[in-house]
């Protein structure tokens, strides 16, 4: 029997590399014949693992974190039917059943089958469902046929599979939250956030042809990195007000759409930058955004919030301008980004070189044993995707 190694979170601020249970085509008591067993080639750190291993989450000790996941197919349950061993596959965050009728409508991030706590499920993450997360060296995925982006060409998947490893979350995220703002041709946008999401969310701007994308962030390394492909960038660290640094780059103080990267963890502007305001994001785009204008938020808000700063923000209760959004007739669009909507056109996009999302994120390939330092650095803001690559498949 094969062995298998996966990342725990321990505590707050620890995760190690753990040997685990090699999969079995089932979960619990259940059996899952309609899901297959992957060999891990890539296996990303997402900041959504990130909050969870911050202690900000009622995560348990011993959790096998990770949610982006890329492998090659090494067994299928008998139901399986068009997923074949030897297939090399995109995994969408989201587990999605295909047979409910949320799934039946392209809303796959709130399938209501797979989690008994609430519509959604993901894999190695708190309160979605049970599934055991695939940052490892292998994984079962049920639903395999519904499930997986087979990709057509395994040689030249893997010449870019840096680009295609970011196909299961952070790059279709992006993307949605860029879709669900209204970017469009010659849209000027504002992206909160030059993390991992935002940056992708900016770089889909671009592909989505905006005329101007600004992105803000606190930490100089990533500002630097949004403008290396050629995004205007505002350090929120200024007292300024973000409304008169916006004036300074196009002429007017707000954009026609903006697009929350950043999440429930947010800190203040100016000279309030080192304290914790988990609002303060939603309420600076809604006052930077024109009248009529659209607001995406693939940013992570949480129901359960531990480590938050205020009784009401525990429970994810935040002090939002509402009535702001309403007056100006704001569109706004939360919630999971449902992956199968664009996974395919996206991998598309990278095979004939439309874009190249690991040079926009900075991707940096690490091995599995390397994951604490991934999870450290990113932790204190390194301008990088960390890709974890279990079995040192992929050529760096």
Same mark, same amino acid.
């Given at each position: 029997m094969?062995?298998?190694?996966?990342? $725990?979170?321990? *505590?707050?601020? @620890?995760?190690?590399?753990?040997?685990?249970?090699?999969? #079995?085509?089932?979960?619990? =008591?259940? *059996?899952?014949?309609?899901?297959?067993?992957?060999?891990?080639?890539?296996? =990303?750190?997402?900041? !959504? &693992?990130?909050?969870?291993?911050?202690g900000r989450t009622t995560a348990p000790e011993g959790l096998i974190l990770g949610h982006e996941i890329t492998g090659l197919v090494i067994e299928a349950g008998k139901d399986v039917e068009f997923i074949k061993i030897g297939d090399l596959v995109s995994v969408p965050f989201n587990i999605a059943c295909g047979r409910c009728r949320n799934c039946k409508v392209g809303q796959t991030g709130i399938c209501l089958n797979v989690n008994p706590a609430w519509p959604g499920a993901a894999y190695g993450y708190v309160e979605m469902?049970?599934?055991?997360?695939?940052? /490892?060296?292998?994984?079962? @995925?049920?639903?395999? &046929? +519904? =499930?997986?982006? #087979? +990709?057509?060409? !395994?040689?030249?998947?893997? /010449? #870019?599979?840096? &680009?295609?490893?970011?196909l299961s979350d952070i790059f279709p995220t992006g993307f949605h939250g860029a879709v669900t703002a209204g970017v469009g041709p010659g849209s000027i946008v504002y992206v909160a956030g030059a993390g991992p999401v935002g940056l992708a969310c900016a770089a889909s701007c671009h592909l989505l042809g905006a005329a101007v994308v600004i992105v803000g962030d606190m930490i100089d390394e990533r500002l630097q990195q949004a403008k290396s492909f050629g995004c205007e960038v505002i350090d929120l660290k200024k007292d300024a007000s973000l409304a008169d640094q916006i004036a300074e780059i196009i002429g007017l103080p707000e954009v026609d759409c903006a697009v929350d990267c950043?999440? +429930?963890? /947010?800190?203040?502007?100016? $000279?309030? !930058?080192?304290?914790?305001?988990?609002?303060? @994001?939603? =309420?600076?785009?809604?006052?930077?955004?024109?009248?009529?204008?659209?607001?995406? @938020?693939?940013?992570?808000?949480?129901?359960?919030?531990?480590?938050?700063?205020?009784? $009401?923000?525990?429970?994810? !209760?935040?002090?939002?301008?509402?009535?702001?959004?309403?007056?100006?007739?704001?569109?706004?669009h939360t919630g999971q980004c449902p992956v199968m909507k664009y996974h395919r056109q996206l991998m598309n996009a990278i095979l004939y070189d439309k874009v190249k999302i690991a040079d926009s994120v900075n991707v940096e390939v690490i091995s599995l044993n390397d994951a604490a330092r991934g999870y450290h650095d990113f932790d204190r803001g390194a301008a990088k995707k960390f890709v974890i690559d279990p079995h040192g498949m992929i050529k760096v």
């Open positions: 094969c062995k298998n190694h996966g990342v $725990a979170y321990v *505590k707050p601020g @620890v995760v190690e590399v753990r040997e685990i249970e090699y999969p #079995k085509l089932a979960l619990g =008591n259940r *059996k899952c014949e309609h899901g297959v067993i992957l060999k891990i080639v890539s296996t =990303n750190i997402c900041g !959504s &693992d990130q909050h969870m291993v911050r469902g049970g599934w055991v997360g695939g940052q /490892a060296e292998y994984v079962m @995925v049920p639903y395999a &046929d +519904f =499930n997986v982006l #087979k +990709f057509p060409d !395994s040689d030249h998947a893997m /010449a #870019k599979i840096k &680009d295609l490893a970011l950043v999440g +429930f963890e /947010a800190k203040g502007h100016g $000279a309030d !930058s080192g304290k914790e305001q988990p609002a303060t @994001v939603l =309420n600076s785009i809604m006052d930077i955004t024109r009248a009529g204008g659209q607001l995406g @938020v693939p940013g992570l808000y949480v129901t359960g919030d531990p480590g938050a700063v205020d009784e $009401a923000a525990k429970k994810g !209760s935040l002090g939002i301008r509402i009535g702001l959004g309403w007056a100006k007739s704001h569109y706004i």
